[in-house]
């Protein structure tokens, strides 16, 4: 077993060599994209087509920003390293040729520094000029002035006081240039907009049900289920809000959500899309009659196979409001809440059926690859900025059952598109390079003693999910493992969905809250009623904004929750509760360990000098300095909080038992 170990990775390794011999260039231009450790990638493409990435270690980043575009030199492989060859090109900064943003936002510290809130600025800021009354413990806006590889800044606003939460979350809008919340006057305006017209079927007598979270703040998803003309067939209904009837290409609230991109859902504070008059005025509302676009899909509910669908404008009224833990209840206890009817009950218990089947059936047809990584969100009250807790989120069976359905539309609107020559907007996700393949194994090997094969084969990849430990772990190891899959973006080609196994794939179903959603509404709108559709160009356009705006406000996202993470800790610690947790190391880093808490949903810091009788780093591991010890990435270490480092952005934790 290990010679074939030994084998596939000397193929893995003799594929990444040839992907970087094909790509080898004294220079490249490109994009910088900054890891939060200080090191850096440029992405580049082969003659394959496929993409692949420069690595820029930290030293040699030379004062370029992230997003800043670059002129790499292209580093030849160290004599005696010939790990080098497999891992990819190493380049170096000759020359920044566009800077791509002059301002930061960071707290102030003592001694005239200024440490950036975002991990993927530069370690720190010296505060020279104008400071506008800022103070030590201040969030601030600076401008900033390079020079030698190091930065200077001068404050051009004080944003609040880091610690209150309100001034945290201004802080992670400016750093992340989300757009304000609408006002009063857009709200305003918002209702005043009259639906336009075209021609639409009713459905008066339809059971239809929204499925959300019981915090959801827009729906614009529905689903209905009648029986079919045989036994075993049922006609199922996605109902999307029919935005495109409300915002027009090219008008006002079309510009605005163009700019926004996305509704952003930050802890303690929604920025939505588009504003909250219009979004509660379009949205599915239990009770009233809603103008939506509905799919309908004929499917057998014994084998999952989609047998025929249609697309149509229609009028339909929501039965109930349901919620996923109501759902969820139903399917693990059978019993209905007594506020369900009777056809609300049959038509949940027939959605649960078809949708697991037509999972079932996707699964065994296109190989997806699903990674069950649950999310921990801080819990944050809009109004009072009261931190409420902690909640830990993944996918089950009500989850699926909307997914399914969701996924089903989103594929047949994206093939309609093709076949119909409209553009539109596809999502779409290369696989993994040959060289995080090769970086992937050669980790899963040394620090779990895990056998991951090539995770560019989704069957594959699915077999060692599958395979996986049941313990803390998996969730570690399925993160490596996301980190080594390329992101998910938008073009206006229907290229591969490599973790869903699809080719022409769009999003259509959340056009209250995702800008591609709603372009591709509005495609149809023109198409339907034989009007001029915008062109493939225009829309590349529109889809590489997306994928930015999307990526920002993800960013934007994991830095508020990491960030309200750290004062709920705080007020944990400062309440005497229980103070054990159990982590799965990491990475081993010259200060310390860095430790995946699972329960929290975060990295945990441990200084070197906590760790039992001192320890130094000795390449993947951390070694006692005195007596035999050690710790490496895999291993589990049961710690105490010992502190929060504010400055740093950082959880200081100790080993139990110190």
């Not at 935005?243 to 609230?253: C, D, L, Q, T, Y």
């Not at 310390?592 to 390449?619: K, N, S």
């Amino acid at each position: 077993m290990k010679k074939e170990r030994k084998k596939h990775l000397r193929r893995l390794r003799d594929r990444a060599e040839k992907r970087r011999a094909e790509r080898h260039r004294d220079t490249v231009e490109g994009v910088l994209r900054i890891a939060p450790g200080g090191y850096g990638f440029v992405k580049t493409a082969g003659a394959d087509g496929q993409e692949g990435e420069v690595f820029v270690p930290a030293k040699f980043v030379n004062g370029a920003l992230d997003r800043d575009r670059v002129e790499l030199e292209i580093l030849p492989p160290r004599p005696g390293h010939p790990e080098d060859s497999a891992r990819g090109p190493v380049g170096r900064v000759s020359k920044i040729i566009e800077r791509t943003r002059e301002e930061l936002v960071g707290e102030v510290l003592a001694g005239g520094v200024v440490r950036p809130l975002n991990p993927r600025m530069p370690e720190s800021v010296r505060l020279r000029g104008y400071r506008k009354g800022a103070k030590v413990g201040d969030w601030v806006r600076l401008s900033l002035k390079p020079g030698g590889g190091e930065f200077d800044g001068s404050v051009r606003q004080v944003l609040g006081r880091a610690g209150e939460i309100a001034a945290d979350l201004d802080a992670v809008m400016a750093e992340f240039e989300l757009p304000p919340r609408y006002g009063e006057a857009d709200d305003q305006a918002a209702l005043a907009i009259v639906p336009r017209e075209i021609e639409r079927r009713e459905y008066p007598d339809l059971t239809v049900l929204t499925i959300d979270p019981t915090d959801a703040k827009d729906f614009d998803d529905a689903l209905s289920v009648t029986p079919g003309d045989r036994p075993g067939v049922f006609e199922v209904g996605v109902h999307i809000s029919d935005v495109a009837a409300f915002i027009e290409p090219r008008s006002h609230f079309d510009e605005a959500a163009a700019r926004r991109g996305f509704s952003c859902y930050l802890p303690g504070r929604t920025l939505p899309m588009l504003p909250p008059s219009l979004t509660a005025k379009i949205s599915l509302k239990a009770g009233t009659p809603s103008l939506a676009h509905s799919h309908f899909f004929t499917v057998d509910a014994g084998t999952g196979a989609i047998l025929g669908s249609r697309r149509e404008h229609t009028v339909v009224t929501i039965s109930r409001r349901l919620d996923y833990a109501a759902v969820q209840r139903f399917h693990d206890t059978g019993e209905a809440p007594a506020e369900w009817s009777a056809a609300e009950t049959e038509a949940i218990r027939q959605l649960l059926l078809i949708s697991q089947a037509m999972r079932k059936r996707r699964m065994a047809t296109e190989q997806f690859i699903e990674l069950p990584i649950p999310e921990i969100r801080v819990l944050c009250d809009e109004e009072t900025n009261r931190i409420e807790g902690l909640a830990r989120k993944f996918s089950r069976e009500a989850d699926q059952l909307v997914e399914e359905f969701m996924l089903a539309a989103n594929s047949a609107v994206g093939a309609e598109l093709a076949e119909a020559g409209v553009a539109g907007i596809y999502r779409v996700h290369p696989e993994p390079a040959p060289e995080k393949t090769v970086e992937f194994s050669e980790l899963m090997d040394e620090a779990f003693h895990l056998y991951p094969g090539n995770i560019a084969d989704r069957k594959g990849c699915n077999e060692f999910i599958a395979g996986l430990p049941d313990d803390p772990r998996r969730p570690v190891i399925l993160s490596h493992l996301l980190r080594a899959m390329p992101r998910a973006g938008y073009a206006a080609q229907g290229l591969l969905h490599f973790a869903l196994g699809k080719v022409r794939y769009c999003h259509f179903t959340s056009p209250i809250r995702r800008y591609p959603d709603l372009v591709v509404h509005q495609q149809l709108w023109n198409f339907d009623t034989h009007k001029r559709t915008r062109s493939s160009n225009s829309l590349e356009r529109v889809a590489l904004r997306c994928s930015e705006q999307e990526e920002r406000g993800d960013n934007a996202y994991y830095a508020a929750n990491d960030r309200l993470k750290l004062r709920y800790l705080e007020e944990q610690l400062g309440s005497g509760g229980d103070n054990l947790y159990e982590g799965v190391i990491v990475k081993v880093l010259n200060a310390g360990l860095q430790v995946d808490i699972g329960e929290l949903g975060l990295y945990g810091f441990v200084p070197m000098d906590q760790l039992r009788g001192g320890a130094f780093r000795a390449g993947r591991r951390a070694v006692a300095e005195r007596g035999s010890g050690s710790y490496k990435p895999g291993d589990y270490i049961y710690l105490r909080l010992a502190r929060i480092d504010f400055a740093r952005g950082s959880a200081v934790f100790a080993p139990a038992g110190r």
